[in-house]
């Protein structure tokens, strides 16, 4: 028997990929994340399948789930919002699998961030204005950041910031973030990214504070920061595509 750790996207029921669809039909058992996911995600699954909600679960009774799945007999799909590889706890719980000796594999989602930036319409790397993202998250009442990815040693690097876990900092986020990228440096938060109660919030860093607290978001956000997101943006032309690129058959 396998656990199949699955990346749901965003939430919305249409951005899981076929091999996430099929797993999600034909695993009897599925573990999932309600506070982030549309419920129309679950639709996927076999009508008789056993629906775990893990929102108020620990990692000890999340374990206990996935192995008695498996000891009796049962495949289980590990819902995951966003894709497994960015703050899903993966490495957490396959460890514990591993010692239980527990086969488990990995499908990848549309990440959060990359939902995001459709919604936006935006390319988060623009020629000659920006080449690098910088997919992070900051302390708060969580689990603590090691000493060298502070956010201000990523700011000073002038890349699109998209910032995680973090909707419930983002005044202080921001006045960090102006003495690299300035008052006028626009701003976009994205709140559940492509499900029915999406919302979009565009501005700067001297005023997303304002708009984010009057909007009451508390989770479920991210924060993209830099200069590709302004309206419209100026940049210079790839090289790739250049019509004056020499391109040999």
Known sequence: MTVHFIGAGPGAADLLTLRAVALLHKSPVCLYAGTYLDPEVLGHCAPDAELIDTQHLDLDQITEHLVRATESGKDVARLCSGDPSLYSALTEQTRRLDAHGIAWDVTPGVPAYAAAAAL??????????????????????????????????????????????????????????????????????????????????????????????????????????????????????????????????
Do not use: K, W
Not at 189 to 202: F, G, K, M
């Open 120 to 249: 936006l319409g935006t390319e988060l790397t623009v020629p000659e204005v920006v080449q690098s993202v910088v997919l992070t998250r900051t302390r708060a009442r969580s689990t603590a950041m090691p000493d060298t990815e502070a956010l201000a040693n990523f700011a000073a690097t002038g890349a699109t910031l998209v910032l995680h876990l973090a909707i419930t900092r983002v005044r202080t986020l921001a006045a960090e973030l102006v003495a690299d990228y300035g008052t006028d440096c626009p701003v976009a938060v994205v709140y559940r990214a492509s499900q029915p109660d999406q919302l979009i919030l565009r501005g700067t860093l001297a005023d997303i504070a304002d708009q984010v607290e009057a909007a009451g978001l508390r989770q479920a956000a991210i924060i993209l920061v830099g200069r590709a997101l302004a309206d419209p943006v100026s940049c210079a032309q790839s090289h790739l595509y250049d019509p004056a690129r020499v391109r040999h058959r």
